[in-house]
Every structure is written in C-alpha cells, then in structure tokens.
C-alpha cells in the first residue's frame, strides 16, 4: 500500500545511514561541526538559498542553476520566476482564485547572498524564504526543530500554497532537481540525495493525494503541489477531497503595477554563474563527493514548487 511506503521513506530521512542521525544532523555535523539548532539553521539557509538562487558560496561540487533560472526538464523549457515575481495571479490568499504577489520583494538575490532570506522581517520574500527553511528542515527531521533557534513551520500545507499554480510534471521536476543538485554540491551523498528525491516525490508529485502526516503539529493534510492535468493521479486518488475535484485552471497573467502593489519585477532577482564568497563550511571536505547524475536519474518519471 502506498502509506506503506511513505513510512519507509519517512524512516529512510529520518535514520541516516549507519550513524543513526537525521539527514540534517548528520550533514550538520559533517559541514559545520557543532550539531545544534543555530547550525541546522544555518544548513537549511545555505540550502535553499542556494536552490533558489544557484551557486553562492565556495567550495562547491557541480553547478546549480536555481529555481529562478529558466532551465529544461527532460526536454521542455522550464520557467518558475513567474510563480515568484508576481508575474501569475498564482498566489493562494483564501479567495476562489489566485492572486499577484511578489515573493521577491525584499532585496531579491542580494540577501540570500548574505545568508539571509532577506533585508527585512516583514516581506512577502521574507515570509516565503522563512517557510521554506522551516518545512525542509523538518522534512529532514533536524532534532532542533521547534526550539528558539529553529522555529518550526508556520505556513499552511502544501496543496493549499499550490493550489493555482497547476504546476506542470516538468516544473515539478525541474524543481526537485534543483534540490538535489543543491545538496550535491555541498557534498551530501547519492544515496541521500535518492533518499530525499523519493520523498518529494511520493509526497508532493502526485495528483489527488489522499491526506498524509508531513508536518506533526499540523495533522493530516493535503500535500499535492503538481496538481496539473497532466500530472500523475496518485494510485490511492481522493479528488473530491480538493477544490473542485482537483481540476486547477492555469493561472492568469497579472498586470503590471497592480493595486496591491505586488506587480511583476524581477530586477536583481537571479544572479549568473555566482561562485564567489569565502567557504562556509568547516570538515566539508570529509563528506563523501556525490554522482550529479544520479539526481536526474531517479526523477525521471518525477513531475515544482
């Protein structure tokens, strides 16, 4: 049964290897020593940022191009920054249909180069940034979750956050590759990288899935984000279970300069080929180097976020 093999995979994240550690302490412990809650934050922040904006920092394994570069996909072009920069009325704010946000509103690029989701504490960018860090580092079950240093995740699931996206298999895809590239390129290993790609994949890249446990405090929840048609039902569907039975309309162009203030820019937002800064890791060198190909590899049948 497939809930059967969500607990597997679940187990799989949550026992790393033969050091009996979480994903997030183990790498924790190899690329910044001290595995506590401010470190595994940390980790978390040099992750994302780097799968939304690419290569930051030094040294690095292989190249990312991040979310926001426009990219392909088992050979469809691929183009997320629209989701991001308000450019689609794909945003959910509790209405009957999406809305125009710029989740890039606060310094775009710049901060994250910094290590920060962004310049200030009150933004679109930093709230999205923020949930971000939250959500994977409990996905990859970071022992000081919910604790002062690492607070836990404050957003909504996840098939609501995408649910007028309609995002297609390949912009899932190229997004769950991006993730793995990201992790490949601080060192995380192939069987860990494959690990997690499983897990994104049987818990967000099916149509109609039933309510699943992701995040513990928040119970049972709708956890789909390809939600297109052309996305595969998941083998235990519950359409009537999502608005409208789960048929999701592509969302709408958004004007430019709209009245909420959230109009389409991307002025500063993706950095090219950025490689500079010094290393951020102390033991890096000790992780074991990992085959980029493998990422590919296991998410061919894959369908962002």
Known sequence: MRSSSL?????????????????????????????????????????????VIGNYTQPNKNRVPGILAPGEYMGEQVNLLPYFNGELKSSNRGGSSGVSINFLDDGGAAPLMMNMPANSTDSNQYFLLTHLYQ?????????????????????????????FMALSPSEFGYFVTQVG?????????????????????????????????????????????????????????????YPNKGIVMEPELAMANATNGTGPSSTGMVPSGITTGESEFSGAATVERAAVGVVVGLLAFAVTF
């Open 181 to 241: 590239l990201a992790a490949t390129s601080f060192g995380v290993s192939s069987s860990d990288v494959s690990a997690v790609a499983d897990v994104l994949n049987t818990l967000f890249g099916y149509r109609c899935s039933p309510k699943t446990t992701v995040i513990p405090e928040m119970g049972e929840t709708l956890n789909s984000i390809c939600q297109n048609e052309k996305c595969p039902l998941d083998p235990n569907a519950t359409c009537d279970a």
């Open 135 to 163: 959500f994977f580092g409990k996905l990859l079950d970071c022992s000081g979750y919910s604790t002062m240093n690492f607070p836990k995740y404050s957003g909504v699931d996840m098939a609501s956050a995408h649910a």
């Open 7 to 51: 607990f597997a995979l679940a187990g799989t994240l949550a026992a790393a290897a033969a050091q009996n550690m979480s994903l997030c302490d183990k790498y924790t412990t190899a690329l910044l020593k001290d595995n506590n809650a401010t470190n595994q934050y940390t980790l978390l922040t040099l992750l994302v940022n780097t799968v």
